[in-house]
């Protein structure tokens, strides 16, 4: 059984910053990693992902401002975040796509991590 267990976020005013981490548990092969962002009324969007070499690969809104990195060897992700503006204010979930196989991957998602940029 994954799981996945993320930390970091809290309230922050707008130009601050804050890093999110999310560790997945269990003797697992791990992927690509990413992490995803939900505000309210609004569909689950991509924020960043790495691949298991260090490739990573940004959205628009975060480039410059965000930086996703991984620890392969504690099966861990970070999202460092900077320059934060109120409309970055959503749940941060993290995502692994976990090796099951030599072309097969199994997708799991964190609990999400609530991030409030405001005054």
């Known amino acids: 059984q994954v799981q996945l267990v993320e930390s970091g976020g809290g309230l922050v005013q707008p130009g601050g910053s804050l890093r ?9 092969s ?9 505000a ?20 628009g809104f975060a480039q410059g401002r965000f930086t996703i990195s991984r620890d392969n060897a504690k099966n861990t992700v970070y999202l460092q975040m900077n320059s ?3 409309e970055d204010t959503a749940v941060y979930y993290c995502n692994v796509a976990v090796r099951t196989g030599s072309y097969s991957r199994s997708s799991y998602w964190g609990q999400g991590t609530q991030v409030t940029v405001s005054s």
């Open 20 to 28: 999110l981490s999310c560790t997945a548990s269990g003797r697992i």
């Open 40 to 59: 309210p009324g609004k569909q689950r969007e991509l924020v960043a992902t790495t691949t298991y070499g260090g490739t990573t690969n940004y959205v």
């Open 30 to 38: 791990i992927d690509a990693m990413g992490w995803y962002r939900q």
């Open 84 to 86: 934060l503006k109120p």
